[in-house]
């Protein structure tokens, strides 16, 4: 598949892991809203699961200005709080593809697209263990996230 639209909406996360499912259920959540709130045409909705950063990042498209990131990440706050994080501030070692190949080097590559990381406070991330579903502070979190990419998507 090629991404080609100058704005990138991506889910990371493994659906698998608990809230660590919470990238990819903002974008199930978001194309099931398509017909009641739009998108502009530039731009894309990705449920890029644990791949982003092996089969997206590491893959850049000229056309992209934009790409915006929804996913987990420990930043000290209370589970369900969202917080808009920086590249520079993606903790060193979160996002490792199936070569350990971290996604700082990747997304540092792609310095003419602003970068942009929606990230919600884990209440439970299960790795290694199996557990399907967020927890329920994470889920409410979802309508929030959403509201920032509704706000990031006109360029």
């Not at 493994?14 to 099931?32: H, M």
Request: proline share 9%; with cysteine.
């Amino acid at each position: 598949m090629t991404y080609d639209a100058e704005v990138l909406v991506v889910g990371c996360g493994n659906v698998l892991f608990k809230d660590d499912g919470f990238g990819p259920a903002c974008i199930e959540e978001l194309e099931k809203q398509l017909d009641k709130r739009p998108l502009p045409e530039n731009t894309m909705p990705i449920d890029a699961g644990t791949s982003a950063p092996h089969y997206l990042f590491s893959l850049p498209n000229p056309m992209w200005k934009k790409i915006i990131i929804l996913d987990i990440a420990n930043f000290g706050g209370k589970p369900g709080d969202i917080k808009i994080l920086s590249k520079e501030e993606v903790p060193q070692g979160k996002y490792q593809d199936p070569h350990s190949v971290s996604v700082a080097d990747p997304l540092d590559e792609l310095e003419e697209v602003e970068i942009i990381i929606v990230a919600c406070q884990p209440e439970k991330v299960s790795s290694p263990f199996v557990e399907y579903g967020l927890s329920d502070s994470v889920r409410e979190a979802i309508p929030k996230a959403l509201d920032i990419v509704y706000e990031e998507v006109i360029i």
